[in-house]
């Protein structure tokens, strides 16, 4: 690791300013973290299962036959 005044010149270089933390604030901070009660694990209720239909199966007709369809820019005024 590069000391802290190789750093600040690094950034200083770069236009960029050198912010260091202060280790006691962090450890204490972290300590505080680790003392916090874990959240109880509470499970996801499960999606009832989907019934399917076992009936028979049902042709549906999708497309339409244009023939026969008279479309508004066709018709004469």
């Known amino acids: 690791m590069l000391p802290l005044s ?3 010149g ?11 933390s202060d280790a006691d604030k962090i450890t204490a901070a972290q300590e505080a973290i680790a003392n916090e009660p ?3 694990h509470m499970p996801r209720e499960r ?3 989907v019934v399917l ?3 028979p199966l049902v042709l549906v007709e999708t497309r339409k036959d244009l023939s026969q369809v008279s479309l508004p820019f066709e018709q004469q005024a």
């Not at 690094?10 to 260091?20: D, K, R, T």
């Open 38 to 40: 874990r959240p109880v």
């Open 10 to 20: 690094i950034a200083q270089g770069a236009g960029l300013e050198w912010v260091n």
């Open 47 to 49: 999606k009832p299962a």
């Open 53 to 55: 239909d076992e009936g």
């Open 6 to 8: 190789e750093l600040q």
